[in-house]
């Protein structure tokens, strides 16, 4: 079936089979919530939700899409299936309210874990944008050069002498150590509990602590 072609889905099944199973955390991002102004509730996703007005468009079919990718994938010359992949991914995507392929995704995934949870106590931890690290194991340390690192380094070299932002915007980023406290914290409260209940962590900036541009370059 289709539902076999989805990680979360897998994974899930695979923790069903752990005899002494506690809990299933899953790792999502906040941008599953999409562009939406106002207060954003830590609520999981069911089956079918999309992010625009339901009364005016048909529910997201998880399955769907997942079969309409497998069918692509199955037509196309294989030289042509990675730019038809991503024409239609963002045509779809866009169309039930998400800016692009990942976000969408994403929210697809906590719908099957949701919908095939069971009793099986779940979190779901949404970070932000996971940046460099805040205190551990040292201020700074980011595996690699990546996310925002590339354009600092630049900047700092003078090989990018400017950079085409509005200084208000606000880059919502959140250092890793500080993610992976959250995911410790959520496994140390639910994983004891065997309630099998589905919660929500958001772990952002947000309006707290927002970190604007004009505060990086």
């Not at 090989?159 to 995911?183: E, K, M």
């Not at 409260?189 to 099998?196: L, M, W």
């Amino acid at each position: 079936s289709s539902r076999e072609h989805h990680a979360p889905s897998w994974l899930l099944s695979f923790a069903k089979n752990c005899k002494k199973l506690s809990l299933f955390l899953h790792l999502s991002t906040t941008y599953v919530n999409g562009e939406r102004p106002g207060i954003l509730m830590e609520k999981a996703f069911e089956m079918g939700e999309s992010r625009i007005d339901s009364s005016t468009q048909s529910k997201l079919d998880v399955h769907h899409e997942i079969s309409l990718v497998s069918d692509l994938i199955e037509t196309l010359p294989p030289n042509e299936v990675p730019q038809k992949l991503k024409e239609i991914g963002l045509a779809r995507a866009r169309m039930y309210g998400w800016q692009n392929v990942y976000e969408m995704t994403k929210a697809m995934g906590e719908m099957m874990i949701n919908a095939d949870r069971g009793r099986v106590p779940v979190v779901i931890v949404r970070p932000s944008v996971i940046e460099s690290t805040f205190r551990e194991p040292f201020p700074g340390w980011i595996q690699g050069n990546r996310m925002v690192d590339p354009l600092i380094l630049s900047y700092g070299k003078g090989r990018l002498p400017g950079f085409l932002v509005d200084p208000d915007t606000v880059l919502d980023v959140v250092p890793a150590d500080l993610v992976a406290n959250v995911i410790i914290a959520a496994m140390a409260k639910h994983g004891i509990t065997a309630s099998p209940s589905i919660d929500v962590y958001h772990a952002a900036s947000s309006t707290v602590n927002p970190v604007m541009a004009c505060d990086i370059f």
